[in-house]
């Protein structure tokens, strides 16, 4: 089982014009809703996929509400504990004519202590039913910048055998490596981020990969966009993942995608190459659907034999 943890929830929508005029009405073509946040994009695909999955969040107010249903309807199991403040509502625009996509996202509602500690206890229940737990996203704006650390050590507290996946940016990352989580995934601008360098060169992501390692991190694994992905594995082997080109409808999601095919992948028994293999698949196969949509299952298996992983 894969359980994941979304802190700063959001319902998505995406809004499509013709053509965007500035300081001008502009008519709206059309419009998608999803249920949105790291974690929640990472359950709602492995749902799609076949895997095992809860999802933990906070609810809050009629958006809240909206996403709540959104992702029931998809059959992925919700764990919620309900807030106060209401879900932030994320917008992309996307204009058709010229394919520019515009994300204004919102800083997320806060959070007050006991319904923190609601959640730390949700986490706690399902410990021992969980094989991996996927830990991302943004955190609420009043939260510390150490909950995912603590959120860690309560997880390994109550059962050391799962393994913890740890998606997110900034100090909230910085923190949870102290955890020792078994993986991160951040993508280069993330990575330069936390080490406060430039990443220009492969060797140079592999040097960062190294660092993020003795940062606590047991595996580092590097997303590059349309490069694909450098993965570091706890036995100091390094790999290098690249998808087959394709036609890139948006890129929203598509760093969720990698991971959701990777914890499935490793969930299910397969090995760590496997897993990479599988993850760019379902990572390239997103950025084949517009806006806030999932990947196609059949785009997985056709992407999946033309993706190469290399060692370095």
Not at 14 to 41: A, C, H, M, Q, Y
Not at 124 to 150: C, E, M, Q, R
Not at 153 to 179: F, H, P, R, S, W
Request: proline residues 3%; aromatic residues 6%; charged residues 25%.
């Amino acid at each position: 089982m894969i359980t994941t943890v979304t802190l700063n929830p959001a319902l998505d929508m995406t809004l499509g014009v013709k053509e965007f005029t500035p300081d001008d009405s502009n008519r709206v073509e059309w419009v998608l809703k999803n249920p949105g946040g790291k974690g929640i994009n990472v359950s709602r695909i492995v749902n799609i996929l076949g895997g095992n999955v809860n999802t933990i969040v906070f609810i809050g107010g009629y958006a809240g509400k909206q996403l709540r249903d959104l992702v029931k309807e998809e059959g992925v199991i919700l764990w919620e504990v309900e807030s106060e403040n209401e879900t932030r509502t994320n917008v992309t625009f996307v204009v058709e004519k010229d394919g520019t996509q515009t994300r204004l996202n919102q800083k997320g509602a806060e959070i007050s202590p006991q319904e923190l500690e609601s959640l730390f206890s949700l986490i706690t229940n399902v410990g021992d039913n969980t094989g991996y737990l996927v830990v991302s996203g943004s955190l609420p704006p009043n939260v510390s910048k150490d909950t995912y650390l603590k959120i860690i050590n309560l997880v390994k507290k109550q059962n050391d055998t799962v393994k913890i996946v740890l998606d997110a940016d900034g100090e909230a990352l910085k923190y949870g490596l102290k955890g020792k989580p078994y993986l991160v995934k951040p993508n280069v601008h993330e990575m330069e981020r936390l080490l406060g360098v430039s990443l220009k060169t492969e060797k140079d992501i592999c040097r960062g990969a190294l660092q993020i390692q003795k940062m606590g991190a047991e595996n580092v694994v590097v997303s590059r966009g349309q490069k694909g992905a450098l993965a570091l594995t706890d036995q100091g082997e390094f790999f290098s993942v690249t998808g087959p080109k394709v036609k890139v409808e948006s890129t929203v999601g598509a760093g969720d995608a990698f991971v959701a095919g990777l914890v499935l992948m490793l969930d299910s028994g397969k090995n760590f190459v496997e897993a990479l293999k599988y993850a760019s698949a379902v990572s390239t196969a997103m950025v084949m659907t517009p806006g806030t949509e999932l990947c196609r299952t059949t785009d997985v298996k056709n992407i999946f034999r033309k993706v190469k992983v290399n060692a370095l």
